[in-house]
């Protein structure tokens, strides 16, 4: 059984760093696509970033720039960090996963900024 388990939100001022971190199990972690979404209150999720097993990584254009996704096979984990976080930058993240056939989330891990 897949299991995703996010990590790492909090709350951050305007400017400032945090790193979200996505821990996987129950499935080949090495081969898989993992992609970070976020959704704020109200809104729809929107697709963040991903990263392929070959570590090729994508970004919606708001984070390109202050966002980085990368991923650690042997701990099976797959980062975001997240610099000048931004007062558009607060939602629920959560990471994702399509593994024999089926879509994979986690539950996600607030992140609020504000001053």
Not at 9 to 18: D, I, R
Not at 27 to 49: E, H, L, S, T
Not at 55 to 72: E, P, Q
Not at 83 to 102: F, H, I, K, Q, V
Request: with cysteine; glycine share 10%; aromatic share 10%.
């Amino acid at each position: 059984q897949v299991q995703l388990v996010e990590s790492g939100g909090g709350w951050k001022q305007p400017g400032e760093s945090l790193r979200l971190s996505c821990a996987a199990r129950g499935m080949n972690f090495r081969y898989g696509v993992i992609n970070w979404y976020r959704q704020a209150p109200g809104k729809q999720r929107d697709w963040v970033a991903s990263v392929t097993s070959d570590h090729i990584t994508a970004y919606i254009d708001s984070v390109k720039g202050r966002f980085t996704i990368s991923r650690d096979n042997i701990r099976r984990t797959v980062y975001l960090q997240m610099n000048d976080l931004e007062p558009d930058d607060p939602a629920t993240y959560s990471c994702s996963t399509t593994y024999s056939g089926r879509d994979h989330w986690g539950k996600g891990t607030p992140v609020t900024v504000s001053s």
